[in-house]
């Protein structure tokens, strides 16, 4: 069977711009879940790696094996009519929850780098959504055509400026203490299942759209892979950053510090990708609303945006450090489940 290599392509832009929300492009994700535990984080990248490309690539192959148009249908499809809803009410909460962790991130851009208040950078990213969401959303999901090859750059330009600085391999092999060091065994796949399961809401329509399986299968493979090479390159540029954990948005100080020239486009794509992420968790929400309380659009959406706000005055390294492991730990079964279901079960 013949690939579609433009389609595959877009696949996997698409598949990389849904998982590399806030968290990812600010690195705080990848500090809370690998970095911070050292070489043991490298084993952990690498595993989380090869989970997100056959997994990703399994999760859509099986959508558009059953024709899911939804991640609803899917999770029906993988854990049975009972327990899938109980698990579409767990989502409505934890994208809830992430969707909070996104505007608490584009707060922390506008705090951390620009110097002005988070709440004016929430209130912003929330009027820029609303505005998109009256007009249509499209450009945004077309943002991720430039926005991802422009991640993928960026973190090759500062994992080769950190390969160049004293003590590079030192502190590759170095184990630091961590009280929690446990969760170095565990983050590699509490990570994954949590990104899989919440990514579901733009895969499974976009791969049921696509229906060719070769298509969608190397889509998901090559999204796996330029994912592992953007985490991978991140956490070894993070453990060059001298007290790491401390910040907020980490790689922004990274590339502060190694290409100052190149600063301001790199948290206008930070924010970017973190703005996609909000209207992309916004917009899933809407539509799953919407099929339990007929209310306007717009005032569902408004509705969800405030509670997002409340959420989101938590301090935003705090909020992904307690919210994301949580979710992570919940979505394990999804990703046990999806490994365990054929593809083609229902050909």
């Known amino acids: 069977m013949k690939t579609n290599w433009g389609a595959a392509f877009q696949i996997a832009a698409v598949y990389v711009g ?40 399994k999760l859509m192959r099986i959508a558009a094996a059953i024709g899911a148009r ?8 993988l854990f049975g009519k009972f327990f899938g809803r109980i698990i579409n009410i767990m989502m409505l909460f934890m994208l809830l929850g ?8 584009a707060g922390a851009v506008f705090e951390e780098q620009l110097g002005l208040t988070k709440s004016l950078g929430i209130f912003i990213t929330i009027a820029l959504s609303l505005a998109v969401m009256v007009v249509g959303l499209k450009g945004v999901f077309a943002v991720n055509t430039f926005v991802v090859p422009m991640m993928i750059l960026f973190s090759l330009i500062l994992f080769f400026l950190s390969v160049k600085l004293p003590g590079f391999i030192e502190q590759v092999v170095f184990i630091p203490y961590a009280e929690d060091g446990w969760k170095a065994v565990i983050g590699p796949f509490s990570y994954t ?29 090559l999204g796996g892979i330029a994912l592992t ?56 929400l809407e539509r799953q609303i919407q099929k339990y ?11 969800l945006f405030l509670i997002c706000y409340f959420i ?18 919940i979505s394990l079964i999804f990703i046990v489940l999806l490994w365990m279901k054929p593809v083609n079960e229902n050909k």
């Open 18 to 57: 849904t998982v590399v929300g806030a968290g990812f492009a600010t690195g705080r994700e990848i500090v809370e879940f690998f970095s911070r535990f050292g070489i043991f984080g490298l084993i952990g990248v690498f595993m989380a790696g090869y989970i997100l490309t056959y997994l990703g690539a």
């Open 70 to 77: 939804s991640y609803e249908e899917m999770n029906v499809h």
């Open 98 to 105: 992430v969707c909070a962790v996104m505007l608490s991130g």
């Open 193 to 221: 299942a949590l990104n899989l399961s919440l990514a579901q809401a733009v895969l499974v329509p976009v791969a049921a759209e696509m229906k060719d399986d070769n298509t969608v299968k190397w889509g998901g493979i």
């Open 229 to 284: 090479l953007i985490l991978l390159s991140s956490h070894l540029t993070l453990i060059m950053l001298p007290g790491f954990e401390t910040f907020e948005i980490p790689m922004a100080v990274v590339m502060k510090q190694l290409a100052a020239g190149l600063y301001w486009i790199f948290v206008l794509i930070v924010y970017g990708e973190i703005f996609t992420s909000v209207i992309g968790n916004i917009f899933g």
């Open 293 to 303: 309380v007929k209310l306007p659009s717009l005032l569902v959406v408004s509705l």
């Open 312 to 329: 989101s005055l938590i301090d935003y390294g705090t909020l992904l450090s307690i919210l994301y492991p949580v979710f992570g730990y």
